[in-house]
């Protein structure tokens, strides 16, 4: 197992990405298409982000993965209600 360190500004930079592309997408995107494409933008940058906090996650800590993917998805979905009420 190698020993990494967390790349936290790293990790923020993804963090942040997915939220942009996400409104983005939820501008250039009909809402019922829109709802498709968000789960997967949430799952690509936070596994992203999570890989950046937690390098070498171990496999029998893999219920952090879903974890920190229900957190990102339901950070999105918030943003969107904000996004979509404006």
Do not use: C, D, Q
């Not at 996400?22 to 829109?34: C, D, F, K, T």
């Not at 936070?46 to 390098?55: D, E, K, N």
């Amino acid at each position: 197992m190698t020993i990494e360190k967390p790349a936290y500004v790293t990790a923020i930079a993804f963090g942040i990405a997915g939220l942009v592309l996400a409104w983005i997408l939820s501008a250039i995107l009909p809402p019922n298409v829109y709802h498709v494409f968000s789960g997967a933008v949430g799952a690509i940058f936070g596994v992203l982000m999570i890989s950046r906090l937690w390098p070498a996650l171990p496999f029998g800590k893999a219920h952090m993965w879903g974890a920190a993917l229900i957190a990102y998805n339901i950070g999105l979905s918030l943003l969107e209600k904000v996004w979509l009420a404006s």
